[in-house]
Nanobody, 120 residues
Framework: QVQLVESGGGSVQSGGSLRLSCAASGHTYKKYCMGWFRQGPGKEREEVAVIDSNGITRYPDSVKGRFTISQDNAKNTLTLVMNSLKPEDTAMYYC??????????????WGQGTQVTVSS
């Protein structure tokens, strides 16, 4: 079992920044994928940023250049730095973890989420 606890959400104005953290505990994978996902009101869940155990990252075009995912293996912490936030970034943000797969599309564990609200 892996426990994931997100923190750092909040309310900011458009153009602002937030830093989300995800603390992982329990079982650890030697090779893994970890990611941030979000689900806005009336929207489907979407991938925001992914990082694997090789340090390879992936971002959708909607956040590329604004969001940065990183990991601190010593602290078992996953971080998402979000800059130049837009109202359309408003969503519940979730941390996820799973064993490594070539496309990092499968996740076994999810956190409970942290709300991000961006006002115009």
């Amino acid at each position: 079992q892996v426990q994931l606890v997100e923190s750092g959400g909040g309310s900011v104005q458009s153009g602002g920044s937030l830093r989300l953290s995800c603390a992982a505990s329990g079982h650890t994978y030697k090779k893994y994928c970890m990611g941030w996902f979000r689900q806005g009101p009336g929207k489907e869940r979407e991938e925001v940023a992914v990082i694997d155990s090789n340090g390879i990252t992936r971002y959708p075009d909607s956040v590329k250049g604004r969001f940065t995912i990183s990991q601190d293996n010593a602290k078992n912490t996953l971080t998402l730095v979000m800059n130049s936030l837009k109202p359309e970034d408003t969503a519940m943000y979730y941390c996820a973890a799973g064993p490594f797969s070539p496309w990092c599309h499968e996740y076994d564990y999810w956190g409970q989420g942290t709300q991000v609200t961006v006002s115009s």
